[in-house]
C-alpha cells in the first residue's frame, strides 16, 4: 500500500448552501411512524413459509433423516436436506477474501454428513404459514450423533484437539503475518524497557433492530429470480448467488434491500438462508420466506471480534515508541464466511501502528477454526481490535513509566509535517494532525480539575474515578482495486453513481451505497442540491435495487461517503458540464461565459435572462434547440475507483467510577472529538458517534458471548447477554478538528465505525484507571459488576495496603 494519494480535494469558494449543515434526516418520518417499508412487511400471493431446523449439537454427525411426520402435516409442502441441495448442484457458501495457503472447508447452506455449530441447519420445512413449518420442524426425526466440541481458538491449536474439518488440519485457517520481525527484534534489543500485555478481545453477537429476513421468488417464464433480504450490500449478494451458489447469469437474479433495521456488519454476509429461500422458491414454484426469530439471530448471524492476543512494546525510558510485537490467535467460527479471513488481517494487523511513530512493528495472526458461529466483520471490524490493543498497551506503559496517559500519546503522534505517512505495516495514511484533537478533547473534559477530583478520591477511599484515552485512527473506504484485488479481495471497492435529472428538473440519483440506518437519503441529497443548486426536495436517491442500479458495492466500512459520494460529485460534475453547455447555447453564449447563480445559468455580468435549471432540463430532453452534436438527456454515470483509504481520527476521553462495594462500573463523562474531514451533515454525524460509543460502551462494560467447553451457547438471549441502554449512558460531548483528506474531491474520510472503533478502548483504560488505586493493571472486558468486585477482592487479599479502604 504505498501509492502517495493526489489531491482530488479543493476547498469551497464560495458560501455552502447545504453541505455542512445540520438537516434533518428526510428519511425519519417515516422510520418515526412506522411507514418504513422492510423484508418481513413484504407479501407475495400464494407465498409459503421456511422454517428451520437447526443443530442442538456444535458438533455432530448427521445420520438418517426421517421427515415422513413433518411431511404429513396439513399445509407442509416439502422438507429439503443438505442431500436435495447437493443432488441439485447447488454451490458452497463462497469466502469473498483468499489469503495465501487459506484453507476453505465446504459451506454448505444445509448441513451435509455433518453439523459444526450450534444453529446449522440440518433440514428445513416449507409451508403454507409460519406456524405450520415450525411446528412440523418438530416432527422431523435426525439421527445426530454428538462429537466432541472446541469453542474457544487457544483451545483449538492445542494437541489433541477436537478437528473442526478434515481440510484444515490443527483446526488452522491461515497464518499471516505483517511487519519487518527482524527489524522489530533489533529496535526491541535497543530499547530501554518492554512492557507486556495478553488481552482478550471477547466475541459479540451483533443485533439490529430488524432481524435477517429474506422472500424469493421465480419466474418460470424468463428462468428469473427475485431475492428480497435484509442486506447491506445487494449487488454482492447478487455476485455471489449467482455465480457461485446457483450457477446462473447475473442477470437471471435482481436482489432487493429495501428498509433494513440496522447492519452494523452482519447484514453485508451471504447467509444460508438466502440460498434455500431461492431454491425453493424454483422447486415449488412459489414464493418463499423466512424471517429470523431473535433467538435464531444469536446462533446464526454472523459474530464479531473473539481474539486472543499477546502484545509486547519497546519504550525509551522517555517514553519514546520503539517498536511493537503482537501475536493473536483470531478465532473464525466454524465456517469462512464473506470476509472472514480480511477481518483479523488486512483490517486488523494494518493497523497496529495507530497514530504513533513506530520505527517497526511486526504481528502475526493464526485464524483458527472452531465448532461456533462463524465470526466475520462486527462495526469496525478488525480496527475495534486494533484499537483495543494498542490504546491498552501505550496506557500500560504510561503507567509503568510515570507519565501522564496523554504526555506519552503527545511524544509518539505522527506530526501535520510527515504526511502522507508511510507505517511499517502497509498503510501509507493521507493525512493527519492529531495533537489538536488531543487538546481540545483535554480542554472539553476539564482534565486537570478531574485528575484532582481523582487523587481526591483516592486519598480518602471515597471515589474510584477512572479516565480513559484512546487517539484513535481508522482507515476507511478501502481502495484502490487494484490493490484490494493483490490483497486477496474477490471484490472491486469502487463505486458507482448515475445522476438522472428529468425533463421537469427533477432529479434521481442511483448509487451502488445502500442505506441502512446511515441517512444517504438526506446526506447524499445534500451533495446534489449544494452541486446542482436546487432544492433537496427536488432530488431523489435511489439504492438497494439491483434491477435499478445495475452495478455497486454496498455500504461497510465507513465507505460510503468518501466512496460513494465522490462517485456522486464526479457525476455531478459530468452533468453539470453538460448542463452548462445546454444554457449557453439558450443563451447564444460561450460555454466558458456562463455561470450558475442560485440555480439559474446566466451570462457572466449579465444577471438578467438567464436560463432556470428547469428550462436547462426541458430542453435536454426537447432537443429542439440544442448544441450541435450533443446527444439529448441530462444523465451521468460515474465510477469512482480512489487512489488509497482515506484515515478519520480522534481523541476520545471516558471518565468512570467504579463502585468498590459492588463493582459497579458507571460512566459518568465522555468526550469524543473526531476528525473526519469536512462534515456533510452535523446532527448525521453525530448521531453515527453517539451509536457507536454507545456501542462500544457496551462492550467493554456489558456484552459478552458466552459458549461453554462443548460449544454451547450460554448467551443466547437478553436475559444473559446485557445490551446497553438508555440508562448505562451520559450525555456525549461531541467536537470536531477538521483535516480533509487530499485525495477524493469532498475531502471527507468517514465517521460511521469512529464511536465503535474508540469508545471500547477509551472505558477499557478508564476503568483499569480506576482499578490501578487497588494495584490491578489490566483486567480483561467486558466490566461486569462481578468480574470487577473480584478483583477488588483478590487485590485486597493480595495487596492489603494497596487501596485505603
Known amino acids: 500500500m504505498t501509492e502517495l494519494p493526489d489531491s482530488n480535494?479543493?476547498?469551497?469558494?464560495?458560501?455552502?448552501?447545504?453541505?455542512?449543515?445540520?438537516?434533518?434526516?428526510?428519511?425519519?418520518?417515516?422510520?418515526?411512524?412506522?411507514?418504513?417499508?422492510?423484508?418481513?412487511?413484504?407479501?407475495?400471493?400464494?407465498?409459503?413459509?421456511?422454517?428451520?431446523?437447526?443443530?442442538?449439537?456444535?458438533?455432530?454427525?448427521?445420520?438418517?433423516?426421517?421427515?415422513?411426520?413433518?411431511?404429513?402435516?396439513?399445509?407442509?409442502?416439502?422438507?429439503?436436506?443438505?442431500?436435495?441441495?447437493?443432488?441439485?448442484?447447488?454451490?458452497?457458501?463462497?469466502?469473498?477474501?483468499?489469503?495465501?495457503?487459506?484453507?476453505?472447508?465446504?459451506?454448505?447452506?444445509?448441513?451435509?454428513?455433518?453439523?459444526?455449530?450450534?444453529?446449522?441447519?440440518?433440514?428445513?420445512?416449507?409451508?403454507?404459514?409460519?406456524?405450520?413449518?415450525?411446528?412440523?420442524?418438530?416432527?422431523?426425526?435426525?439421527?445426530?450423533?454428538?462429537?466432541?466440541?472446541?469453542?474457544?481458538?487457544?483451545?483449538?491449536?492445542?494437541?489433541?484437539?477436537?478437528?473442526?474439518?478434515?481440510?484444515?488440519?490443527?483446526?488452522?485457517?491461515?497464518?499471516?503475518?505483517?511487519?519487518?520481525?527482524?527489524?522489530?527484534?533489533?529496535?526491541?534489543?535497543?530499547?530501554?524497557?518492554?512492557?507486556?500485555?495478553?488481552?482478550r478481545n471477547h466475541r459479540l453477537v451483533p443485533n439490529a433492530i430488524e432481524p435477517r429476513a429474506s422472500l424469493a421468488q421465480y419466474q418460470a417464464a424468463g428462468d428469473e429470480y427475485t431475492l428480497w433480504t435484509t442486506s447491506q450490500n445487494p449487488h454482492i449478494h447478487r455476485l455471489l448467488l449467482a455465480a457461485f451458489v446457483l450457477g446462473i447469469p447475473e442477470n437471471k437474479l435482481r436482489v432487493i434491500s429495501p428498509d433494513v433495521g440496522g447492519g452494523f456488519g452482519s447484514k453485508i454476509f451471504q447467509y444460508p438462508e438466502e440460498v434455500i429461500v431461492l431454491f425453493a422458491a424454483k422447486r415449488l414454484k412459489r414464493p418463499v420466506k423466512w424471517s429470523a426469530r431473535r433467538s435464531e439471530a444469536f446462533v446464526t448471524d454472523m459474530q464479531g471480534r473473539d481474539h486472543e492476543s499477546e502484545a509486547e512494546l519497546a519504550l525509551m525510558n522517555d517514553g519514546r515508541m520503539m517498536g511493537l510485537r503482537v501475536k493473536t490467535i483470531a478465532n473464525l467460527g466454524a465456517y469462512l464466511t464473506t470476509f472472514a479471513p480480511a477481518v483479523p488481517t488486512y483490517l486488523y494487523g494494518t493497523l497496529l501502528n495507530g497514530v504513533y511513530k513506530f520505527p517497526a512493528i511486526h504481528a502475526e495472526v493464526t485464524g483458527v477454526f472452531t465448532n461456533t458461529v462463524p465470526v466475520d466483520a462486527y462495526r469496525g471490524a478488525g480496527r475495534p481490535e486494533a484499537t483495543y490493543l494498542l490504546e491498552r498497551i501505550v496506557s500500560k506503559a504510561a503507567a509503568e513509566l510515570g507519565l501522564d496517559a496523554s504526555e506519552i500519546r503527545r511524544r509518539n503522534f505522527i506530526q501535520p509535517d510527515e504526511f502522507p505517512y508511510q507505517t511499517p505495516v502497509a498503510l501509507v495514511y493521507d493525512s493527519g494532525n492529531y495533537e489538536p484533537a488531543l487538546d481540545k478533547a483535554l480542554g472539553m473534559v476539564n482534565y486537570t480539575q478531574l485528575r484532582q477530583e481523582q487523587a481526591e478520591g483516592r486519598?480518602?477511599?471515597?471515589?474510584?474515578?477512572?479516565?480513559?484515552?484512546?487517539?484513535?485512527?481508522?482507515?476507511?473506504?478501502?481502495?484502490?482495486?487494484?490493490?484490494?484485488?493483490?490483497?486477496?479481495?474477490?471484490?472491486?471497492?469502487?463505486?458507482?453513481?448515475?445522476?438522472?435529472?428529468m425533463p421537469t428538473g427533477k432529479v434521481e440519483v442511483l448509487t451502488g451505497s445502500h442505506s441502512h440506518g446511515q441517512g444517504h437519503e438526506t446526506t447524499f441529497a445534500q451533495i446534489v442540491a449544494e452541486e446542482l443548486q436546487i432544492p433537496m426536495e427536488d432530488v431523489s436517491i435511489i439504492h438497494g435495487d439491483t434491477g435499478k442500479m445495475p452495478f455497486g458495492w454496498g455500504t461497510y466500512g465507513s465507505r460510503s461517503a468518501a466512496v460513494g459520494g465522490s462517485a456522486l460529485k464526479m457525476a455531478l460534475g459530468k452533468v453539470k458540464a453538460k448542463a452548462t453547455k445546454i444554457a449557453a447555447h439558450l443563451l447564444e453564449a460561450a460555454p466558458e461565459d456562463v455561470e450558475q447563480v442560485d440555480g439559474s445559468f446566466r451570462v457572466k455580468g449579465v444577471p438578467e435572462g438567464g436560463k432556470s435549471f428547469f428550462d436547462?432540463?426541458?430542453?435536454?430532453?426537447?432537443?429542439?434547440?440544442?448544441?450541435?452534436?450533443?446527444?439529448?438527456?441530462?444523465?451521468?454515470?460515474?465510477?469512482?475507483?480512489?487512489?488509497?483509504?482515506?484515515?478519520?481520527?480522534?481523541?476520545?476521553?471516558?471518565?468512570?467510577?467504579?463502585?468498590?462495594?459492588?463493582?459497579?462500573?458507571?460512566?459518568?463523562?465522555?468526550?469524543?472529538?473526531?476528525?473526519?474531514?469536512?462534515?456533510?451533515?452535523?446532527?448525521?454525524?453525530?448521531?453515527?458517534?453517539?451509536?457507536?460509543?454507545?456501542?462500544?460502551?457496551?462492550?467493554?462494560?456489558?456484552?459478552?458471548?458466552?459458549?461453554?467447553?462443548?460449544?454451547?451457547?450460554?448467551?443466547?438471549?437478553?436475559?444473559?447477554?446485557?445490551?446497553?441502554?438508555?440508562?448505562?449512558?451520559?450525555?456525549?460531548?461531541?467536537?470536531?478538528?477538521?483535516?480533509?483528506?487530499p485525495h477524493n474531491p469532498l475531502g471527507v474520510k468517514g465517521i460511521g465505525e469512529a464511536g465503535t472503533i474508540s469508545s471500547t478502548a477509551a472505558v477499557a483504560n478508564a476503568v483499569v484507571d480506576a482499578l490501578e488505586a487497588f494495584g490491578i493493571h489490566h483486567l480483561d472486558m467486558p466490566y461486569t459488576p462481578e468480574k470487577v468486585w473480584r478483583a477488588i477482592q483478590d487485590a485486597r487479599k493480595s495487596q492489603p495496603q494497596a487501596a485505603d479502604d
Open 459 to 501: 486519598r480518602t477511599g471515597q471515589k474510584y474515578i477512572g479516565i480513559g484515552f484512546s487517539t484513535y485512527l481508522e482507515a476507511c473506504g478501502l481502495a484502490p482495486s487494484a490493490l484490494v484485488g493483490q490483497l486477496g479481495a474477490q471484490a472491486g471497492q469502487w463505486e458507482s453513481a448515475v445522476v438522472r435529472v
Open 9 to 199: 480535494y479543493k476547498e469551497p469558494t464560495s458560501p455552502q448552501k447545504f453541505m455542512g449543515k445540520a438537516i434533518k434526516r428526510v428519511e425519519d418520518p417515516r422510520f418515526l411512524t412506522g411507514t418504513g417499508h422492510y423484508t418481513d412487511d413484504i407479501n407475495l400471493h400464494g407465498q409459503l413459509h421456511a422454517a428451520m431446523l437447526r443443530s442442538p449439537y456444535a458438533h455432530a454427525k448427521i445420520g438418517a433423516i426421517d421427515a415422513s411426520a413433518a411431511l404429513a402435516v396439513k399445509g407442509v409442502r416439502a422438507v429439503l436436506t443438505g442431500q436435495d441441495l447437493a443432488d441439485a448442484g447447488v454451490g458452497s457458501i463462497p469466502t469473498g477474501w483468499l489469503l495465501p495457503d487459506l484453507k476453505v472447508p465446504p459451506h454448505p447452506a444445509i448441513a451435509h454428513g455433518e453439523v459444526n455449530y450450534v444453529g446449522d441447519i440440518v433440514a428445513v420445512v416449507i409451508a403454507d404459514t409460519r406456524a405450520i413449518a415450525e411446528d412440523a420442524v418438530a416432527l422431523i426425526d435426525v439421527d445426530l450423533q454428538p462429537l466432541p466440541a472446541v469453542s474457544l481458538g487457544s483451545q483449538a491449536l492445542a494437541d489433541g484437539a477436537v478437528e473442526v474439518h478434515p481440510e484444515a488440519p490443527g483446526n488452522v485457517a491461515f497464518q499471516w503475518q505483517i511487519g519487518d520481525k527482524d527489524a522489530t527484534d533489533a529496535h526491541f534489543a535497543q530499547a530501554d524497557r518492554v512492557v507486556t500485555l495478553k488481552l
Open 616 to 741: 436547462v432540463a426541458l430542453m435536454a430532453h426537447l432537443a429542439h434547440n440544442f448544441p450541435e452534436g450533443m446527444e439529448p438527456g441530462l444523465e451521468e454515470q460515474y465510477m469512482y475507483d480512489p487512489k488509497n483509504f482515506v484515515y478519520p481520527f480522534g481523541t476520545h476521553i471516558a471518565v468512570v467510577e467504579v463502585d468498590a462495594d459492588t463493582g459497579k462500573v458507571k460512566l459518568r463523562q465522555y468526550v469524543a472529538v473526531d476528525d473526519c474531514g469536512p462534515i456533510i451533515n452535523p446532527m448525521i454525524a453525530e448521531g453515527q458517534v453517539h451509536g457507536g460509543i454507545a456501542q462500544g460502551y457496551g462492550q467493554a462494560v456489558l456484552e459478552e458471548t458466552v459458549y461453554d467447553e462443548d460449544g454451547n451457547l450460554l448467551s443466547g438471549t437478553f436475559m444473559e447477554y446485557a445490551m446497553p441502554r438508555a440508562e448505562d449512558m451520559v450525555q456525549i460531548q461531541v467536537g470536531h478538528t477538521v483535516t480533509p483528506s
